[in-house]
Structure formats: C-alpha cells, structure tokens
C-alpha cells in the first residue's frame, strides 16, 4: 500500500477543531478498564482480527487496561465474561455483519457498557444499503440508481442495463460485489451466493474513489484510492500492494470541501458517532455516495488513521479519542 502526501492541489487545512479536541481529551484522560471485541464470525474475520490487535496495542500504550476478546456464536459466553470482567468501555473492532449492523450493539446497550462507534439504529441503517441510500438521497446526496432483486432474477438475466455492480445488501468490504460489464462477465452469483436472497442490482459509476473519514463532527480528510484491480474490492482493500492512497486527493479546493461536507451530512443523516468513512465516485461533474462504513478498519495503515496522522492525531490518540467518546444508545 503505497502514500503519496504530495498533491499539486493547494493544501487543504489541517483539522483544527479535531486537533484541539483530542488535545483536551488527553489531558483529562481517566484510568479505565476496556475491552476490545475483535475477530468474530463474519466474512470479515481476518480484518477485524488486525483492526482489534492495533487497538489493543494503542490503547495499553496510553495506559488503559486491555483485555481483547475474540468474540464467537457463543452468544452466552462473551456476556458472562463481560458481566465477569465488568470493562468500562467496550472497543468494538468488529467488522460485517453480527458486529457491524447493530446485533452486538444492541447487547451491549442491555448490558449498559459503553462502546466505540455508532450505536444500534446508526448501525443498523448504514449497513442496510437501500435504506441507507435513502437517507442520504433525502438529504441531497447524489445517490446511484437500484434495483433490489433476487439470486433467481440475477441468473434470469440483467435486471437493469449493464454495466451495473451486484452487491448484497448488508455485507462490508466490498465483500460479494462483482461488476457486470456486458452480456460475457461471468456471474458469481450463478453458481454461488452466501449473502442472503435480496441483491441490491446498482448503476455502475465510472470515475474517482473518493474516501472520507469523519471523527465526531468533523471531516478528517479526502483520500484518492487508486488500484489495478477493477474496482476496490477485498483483496484491492487489504491485500499487500492492492491500492495506492493520494493523500490528500488532488482535486480542486471546493470539491475537496464539498466530499467532506458530504460526508458529514451522511454522518449525522444516519445517526452515527465516534468515527465512521464515506466512500465516493467522483465523475468530474456530480459526487455521487457509495456507502458510510460505521466500522471502518482501524489498523495504523488504513483509511481513517491515515486521514487522522494528516491531521496531526496519531493512532492511540484516535483510538483513545474514541474510548473516551464512548456511549451506549439512551
């Protein structure tokens, strides 16, 4: 994964209001006992297990105490632990489906712990892809057109005009997309599809891979994703040497300011909190959103840690911004 942190855009402003918050934050700092779930059972195993093991690391290195949990089915035993152990927060680092679309939420607003990122409804919506668009349409989002059909209706034949992208509706990562470009692709849904019945049929964009991250209430930066691969999918997200972040993106100032404007409005239109990153395409005339990720991979090398260390916040300081931001849904 290579950085480029020169731009012949003009320079964009660091965060300044960020910047000042984490300050405040880590001078008033408490002691506080917190548990990183991590790992879980989701197509998303092997990157939460990375997300979680950085947090932990990040975390003990600003002086909380860590235990990390590699959550299972066994629903009964992480609440034994967790009503054993009694942590002050819980850091979630789960990713996809179980950890990102509101179930574990959910428990741990019964429990009463606070944890990291969006809540339940937050979650829950963001990772719904129609509903999510929705929402961000409501609020003036470009948005791409969809179909919602079934696996029967895809192998029936287009359900709209290629080329179009084929994405189950509550997965992360980019895991089961696949871009249809003529009558030729091959259908990966034809012979195997373990996403559920509803598929969400999209409108292809052509254009730029815009990613914003936000932090609270304020945008952190605008990163270019460029990869060999067709699209960013999995293997472009976390596969050695699979894309390429500009950072910042070399767009022209008001573009820049308005992919995180966007991205912000996104935010707070689906109710989340903490950190979440929205992804764009960007054609050279219209923005049009793609997805907010409520859970986004929190390694010191993914999107949001790099926007943040632009910014002037280093890892722990994040991860620990978000221990202290942490709440349960009232």
Known sequence: MNLDFTSTTAAQPVNAAAVEEVTRLRANRRHRKVTVLMGGFSAEREVSLSSGAAAVRALESVGYAVQAVDVSRNVGAL????????????????????????CIQGMLNVLGVPYTHSGLMASALAMDKPMAK??????????AREKIVTREDLIAGDP???PYVVKPHNEGSSVGVAIITDTKTPRPFA??????????????????????????????GVTEITT?????DYDAKYAAGGSAHTLPANLPADIYAEVQRLAVVAHHILGCRGVSRADFRYDGKRLVILEVNTQPGMTPTS???????LSGISFPDLCAWMVENAQCDT
């Open 228 to 232: 060999s691969h067709s699209f960013y």
């Open 160 to 162: 709209i005009p290629v």
């Open 303 to 309: 999107l949001v840690p790099e926007q943040a260390a």
């Open 191 to 220: 012979t195997h599809w373990p996403y559920g019945e509803r598929v969400m049929a999209e409108e292809f964009i052509p254009g730029r891979e815009l990613t914003t991250a936000v932090m609270g209430h304020h945008a952190l």
């Open 134 to 143: 929705k929402l961000c349409a409501s609020a003036g989002i470009a948005v």
């Open 79 to 102: 609440l034994h632990h967790l009503e054993q152990t009694s942590p002050d927060v819980v850091f979630n680092a789960l990713h996809g489906r179980y950890g990102e679309d509101g």
